[in-house]
């Protein structure tokens, strides 16, 4: 008889999801560049409104999250028998050794390690720059020297360590809502920086940085993915995004 054995590629995959989460995106754009067609189920983040079986998926509570392997079952009822796997850069990681042609390793271990790397530095920059900037209301004297030193952290063309890597899958949607959540003037901060940041990033000492986010703007895997009608109306009533009246300028 033939052989019955199920290969890791052809093992099920569900994965948990929230439309507006960076973190989530990360893990849809990687899947989009390994080709991989998974079953998706999106959480209900809001107070109150998360369904009380998804601690069998991730205790934690917190999106994005696999189940691997295992029956296919409904997505509200994971079996016992499935891996569960939580936290973005695991999931890409899992995925890039699922799928080695995927392009999110890359082949040369100096230049893996660089994008390793790469991700651990831009936490300290890009993501501390997202969350002064939209969290916590800094005007753009603060976070612009932030997005400098992440600028700094880049190759000198191409993507983030040159060739495309999982690297880019982690900072891309940090980027994408940092230039299109300021076009729309959504953010903590005082109403007007949006536009003030984005007349900023334009002028030639953000050159490079700005060559980078186009690059972004502009894979394949990132436009699949990014919806920004959605995007905007989920982040305009993020309740740590809203302002505060003396915000808004009056």
Known sequence: MPSLTVTPQQKQITFYTSPYSPYCHRVHIALEEAKISVRTYEIDLRPGCKPGWYIKVNPVGTVPAFTYGGPSVSPDQPSSESLKLAESIVLIEFIADLYPDSGLHPLDPEIRARARLFITLSHDTLHHAFRG??????????????????????????????????????????IIRFMRLSLYEI????????????????????????????????????????????????????????????????
């Open 133 to 174: 900037f939209f969290f916590r209301g800094e005007r753009i004297d603060t976070v612009l020297p932030s997005l400098e030193a992440f600028q700094a952290l880049l190759a000198p063309s191409g993507f983030a360590v040159g060739p495309w890597s999982m690297a880019d899958a982690v900072v891309a949607p940090m």
């Open 187 to 250: 953010g903590k901060y005082p109403m007007g920086e949006g536009k003030r940041l984005l007349k900023a990033l334009a002028e030639p000492k953000f050159a490079r940085f700005m060559q980078y986010y186009e690059s972004l703007w502009d894979r394949p895997s990132v436009k699949a993915t990014w919806d920004e009608p959605t995007n905007v109306k989920m982040w305009r009533i993020h309740p740590n995004v809203t302002r505060t009246a003396s915000a808004l300028g009056h």
